[in-house]
């Protein structure tokens, strides 16, 4: 019974006062090992672990959380989908996941309340109308449906807006996407999280992963967590703004910073706005939900933080912005406010792909407009990790690119994070 505790251990033991022999001091046990971790119970990472379990077969995977499913920026965003970016890799990658938005509902067997209500971007001078046209046109070339609006035209679609030709910023025309929308945030992850479960994937919330663990040659062999060490030869990371940790714990540096990023939620209105709307100049976007909240964003937070609340200048700027874009709006009240951890690369382009350590996959850079990317991401990035070489549609945000100056500049397709 004694065998192969040492005096020590034993006296421990006695002194302790514990009935059974601690854990540690047993035969190790092995340890719980899958052929694949996700680290982060997000869009990505259940849309990864799905798209592993129900395209490539490989269904012993674990979805680690450190919190809750949902609890990051995928429940707290403000739900826009649209696909208006310019340069082709971009527009190719960000259509193909509006066109998986429009099957995912049936694909998943669960409600996601896509919404294709359009998405109007107005201009109010004459170089933010010529950096639409450009982009329309660049739509025309990328295969995306972007239409210029002229002012009577924005003024049919969205009666509600400031038309007043002496406002501060007087609107003369837009930019309209038809196929643009909302998204219900945590049906997708919901959604996501049964089909996985039901293909045998294993959900582990209140998991935080804390060490990535390594061999003589640098690569994956498993991860420490606050649950216990867990063995596995390929780990993707889907942990969004705290993505430069994970980094940092296989020892590699992210080009990427980490910001607060609000949204607001007024009270409950009767319908009264029936399409997205956004003014870059302004610096403010909204929706309205389906139980009837203003759904509003912004610009994101000045100063790199991990605070998921937010700051006083920002809410203040977004929140004026929105009543001098829509004044009608003047008396609504606001009900809830957060922010959530986004990640920035300089070109405002994803990170996804292989790392410099081999058997960990990195999806991660989304800034404040991966809620869109989801479908797509699940399914780049659980090709990349079934292969382990890149899928083609997410090539050109390889980490590479920071390396060989080959950016993918797509600041001025957003303007504002959504
Ligand atoms: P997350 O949903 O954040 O999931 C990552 C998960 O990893 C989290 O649940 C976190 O708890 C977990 N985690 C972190 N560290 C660890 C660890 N060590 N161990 C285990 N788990 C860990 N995008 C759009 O396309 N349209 C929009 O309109 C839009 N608006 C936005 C508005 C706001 C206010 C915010 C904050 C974001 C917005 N976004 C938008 C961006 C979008 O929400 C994100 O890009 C997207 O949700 C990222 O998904 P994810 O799965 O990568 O990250």
């Known amino acids: 019974m004694t065998r192969g505790y040492s005096a020590f251990a034993l006296l421990r033991h006695a002194l302790s006062g514990h009935e059974h022999w601690p854990q540690a001091w047993r035969s190790p046990e092995p340890k719980p090992s899958y052929d694949v971790i996700i680290i982060g119970g997000g869009g990505h990472g259940l849309a990864t672990a799905y798209n592993l379990a129900r395209k490539h077969g490989i269904r012993n995977v674990a979805v680690l959380e450190k919190g809750w499913i ?92 400031n038309y007043a030709p002496d406002a501060r910023f007087p609107i003369i025309g837009g930019m309209l996407q038809r196929r643009a929308g909302t998204v219900r945030h945590d049906a997708v992850v919901w959604g996501y999280a049964r089909a996985a479960d039901q293909l045998g994937v294993d959900i582990i919330q209140n998991c935080a992963v804390t ?79 389906d139980k009837g909240g203003l759904v509003i964003g912004g610009h994101a937070d000045a100063y790199a933080s991990y605070a998921q609340r937010g700051n006083l200048p920002v809410m203040e700027a977004v929140l004026s912005a929105l009543v001098e874009f829509i004044p009608s709006f003047g008396r609504v009240r606001l009900l809830r406010q957060w922010a959530g951890i986004v990640d920035y690369a300089h070109d405002s382009s994803p990170v996804i792909g292989l790392s410099p350590v081999p058997g960990l996959y990195l999806n991660c850079g989304w800034g404040g407009g991966g809620f869109k990317a989801i479908p797509a991401g699940g399914e780049c990035f659980a090709h990349t990790i079934a292969t382990g070489a890149p899928h083609k549609l997410i090539e050109a945000f390889s980490l590479g690119r920071f390396r060989d100056l080959r950016l993918v500049d797509e600041a001025a397709a957003a303007g504002i994070e959504h």
């Open 211 to 289: 060490g990535i663990e390594r061999d003589a040659n640098g690569a994956v062999i498993g991860v420490e967590t606050t649950r216990g060490a867990i063995a596995t030869r390929k780990i993707g990371a889907a942990i969004a703004g705290h993505s430069t940790m994970i980094a940092d714990m296989a020892g590699f540096r992210l080009p990427l910073r980490s910001y607060g990023l609000q949204a607001y939620v007024s009270e409950p209105l009767k319908p009264a706005l029936d399409m997205v709307v956004a003014s870059n100049t302004l610096g403010v976007y909204l929706s309205q939900s």
């Open 70 to 161: 949902g609890g990051g920026n995928t429940g707290r965003n403000t739900t826009i989908v649209r696909s208006d970016y310019y340069y082709p890799e971009s527009a190719a990658f960000f259509d193909r996941s509006v066109k998986l938005y429009e099957g995912l509902a049936r694909e998943l067997n669960f409600n996601i309340m896509f919404s294709q209500r359009g998405m109007l971007t107005v201009a109010h001078s004459r170089s933010e109308r010529d950096m639409q046209r450009r982009l329309v046109n660049a739509g025309a070339l990328n295969g995306v449906d972007l239409e210029m609006v002229t002012l009577d035209e924005a003024r049919a679609l969205c009666p509600i807006l």
